[in-house]
């Protein structure tokens, strides 16, 4: 699958392709992209592949009939006259649309939706396009795709001229409303997403140009200036979101970042045979002795077999740095304090940039003392303390004690305590979550975060993740593959959404044991995939 000059074509191909082999069922695609990115294009190549095994559906289609428009436009803001921003989509309709073709037979015929932009309205049924058959994946793409709402919407200043109307405020509410509660549903159906980043939103306006004088029939560049000044208009409605989605305020998803003549911006990285993302104090590392010996046959194929481990742990970059060595992986980045930073491959922990660690100490020094004497982490013990808590040797406790991303530590007051030392340390952008043993405060950037800015860096491959704790639960549900590392001494995790539908899987046996057996296991999948792909290939 890897391309040794990628296309946003290839690599959307690529990644469905993995998709579609490793999900148990038909999996739900969805891909992001601003306007005049280029979705169309690499979207033409997706059918061209798959020749009407695969469905893909555009948001666009989805968008309520002029009429249903209008009453929003009364009722609400003017500003609803003008398709596009979350709010002006049918989502009962493309649900049911999406309901159907899961369920649908070798038989059945799909209607699907088609709106023409020139009248601005939904074409009637008997002029819907219709899909024959049960596909082997969906695709839903469109602009806002993933769309994050704004967590405090009322404090954020106005972007532009649309956003400065008087009738500005209702039409945004209700946009952040609708992005909060049905358009969250939607994307919550996914199985993942794939962003394309475009390199700034200036960029979206000149494509949003160049896509008018293709509609106009014009040669490139001679767009008339109100006919420019229109556009600059228009794109404003979808300022907001598109920026957001630029800064990564989005669902966790693989993301290829898109150059301004539209290629693939940067030099990824071939495709590994296998992407690997594992916590450790658990999982690869017994809870108890800290051992990886019963690992040792997966850890030699992962050696042998040109795959990336990416060790993922609360642990700090001292430790992770040398276990990686020890492992013979220091050629791979690690994923340390619990998201709070990446080591990169052969880096070592005093070439990290300056840490944010010394903020979230001030933090902790002007909480409220009630707050602050329940709450004893890392930086407050001695070494010989961190030794006693963690079963750690003295050596490895010193280690342990060079945070730079994140403070580890335990709590001992009520929940409602907690709740309210969570609110305050959320203002200085700081947050706490519980793992296997401690709660750890961070600036927010989590192992799932991380595991999707990694496998960005390549060209798509099979990525499994594992753990035992619930700060894992987010990278395992997200990868290809999730492990839950049987931990019977850990929190009890709950049935996950990934495991109705047998993406996600819970180990027979616990730590570094289960490890070895998942991740056979999967080499195995993946080797049977890879040849049934290249059998249809004709290799």
């Not at 999982?283 to 481990?309: C, F, I």
């Not at 947050?431 to 800015?453: E, I, N, P, V, Y």
């Amino acid at each position: 699958m890897a391309d040794r000059d990628p296309t946003v074509a290839s690599l959307l191909v690529d990644w469905i392709e993995i998709q579609k082999n490793l999900h148990p069922g038909i999996p739900l695609l969805c891909v992001s992209g601003a306007q005049g990115i280029g979705k169309s294009t690499a979207l033409e190549a997706v059918a061209e592949t798959y020749q009407g095994r695969v469905v893909t559906l555009g948001i666009d289609d989805f968008y309520l009939t002029r009429s249903e428009r209008e009453a929003l436009a009364t009722t609400l803001s003017p500003l609803f006259a003008v398709r596009g921003p979350p709010g002006t989509h049918d989502l009962p309709l493309l649900n049911a649309v999406i309901d159907a073709l899961l369920t649908a037979t070798d038989a059945d015929e799909t209607r699907l939706p088609v709106f023409d932009k020139r009248i601005d309205d939904r074409l009637g049924e008997d002029k819907w396009s219709v899909f024959v058959g049960r596909p082997e994946a969906i695709i839903l793409e469109g602009w806002c795709i993933g769309a994050l709402p704004d967590a405090n919407p009322a404090a954020a200043a106005r972007l532009n001229a649309i956003e400065a109307r008087a009738d500005a405020d209702a039409w945004r509410t209700y946009q952040n409303a609708q992005l909060n509660g049905p358009y969250a549903d939607l994307w919550d159906r996914a199985d993942a997403f794939l962003h394309l980043c475009a390199p700034s939103f200036e960029r979206v306006l000149g494509w949003r140009s160049e896509q008018e004088e293709t509609t106009l029939g014009l040669a490139p560049g001679t767009l008339p200036d109100d006919r420019r000044a229109w556009v600059e208009t228009f794109i404003q409605h979808y300022e907001r979101i598109t920026r957001s989605l630029l800064r990564g305020q989005r669902r966790r998803g693989h993301f290829i970042q898109v150059a301004a003549d539209r290629s693939v911006q940067g030099d990824l990285l071939s495709a590994p045979e296998l992407l690997v993302f594992s916590d450790l104090d658990g999982t690869l590392l017994d809870h108890e002795t800290y051992s990886y010996a019963p690992a040792h046959p997966a850890l030699e194929a992962l050696q042998t077999g040109n795959a990336v481990l990416v060790l993922s742990s609360s642990k700090t970059a001292a430790e992770i740095d040398q276990l990686r060595t020890e492992i013979g992986f220091a050629h791979c980045p690690a994923i340390v304090e619990n998201g709070g930073g990446i080591l990169e491959p052969n880096q070592r922990p005093a070439e990290l940039s300056e840490p944010p660690h010394t903020a979230i100490l001030a933090a902790l020094a002007d909480a409220p003392s009630d707050l602050r004497q329940s709450f004893s982490g890392f930086s407050d013990w001695r070494a010989e303390e961190v030794s006693d808590r963690t079963g750690l040797t003295l050596p490895a406790a010193k280690l342990a004690k060079q945070r730079q991303y994140s403070e580890p530590g335990l709590w001992t007051g009520s929940e409602q305590d907690l709740a309210a030392f969570k609110a305050f340390l959320a203002g200085f952008g700081i947050f706490a979550q519980r793992g296997g043993r401690f709660l750890t405060l961070s600036h927010g950037k989590t192992k799932a975060d991380q595991m999707f800015a990694i496998a960005s860096r390549f060209q798509p491959a099979p990525m499994i993740a594992l753990g035992d704790a619930p700060n894992d639960l987010e990278m395992i549900e997200a990868a290809h593959r999730g492990v839950i590392i049987m931990n019977a001494n850990g929190p009890k995790i709950e049935r996950t959404s990934g495991e109705a539908i047998g993406k996600t899987v819970r180990s027979p046996h616990s730590g570094p044991a289960g490890w070895n057996h998942a991740i056979l296991e999967f080499i195995d999948r993946v080797v049977t995939m890879q040849a049934s792909q290249r059998k249809q290939n004709g290799g």
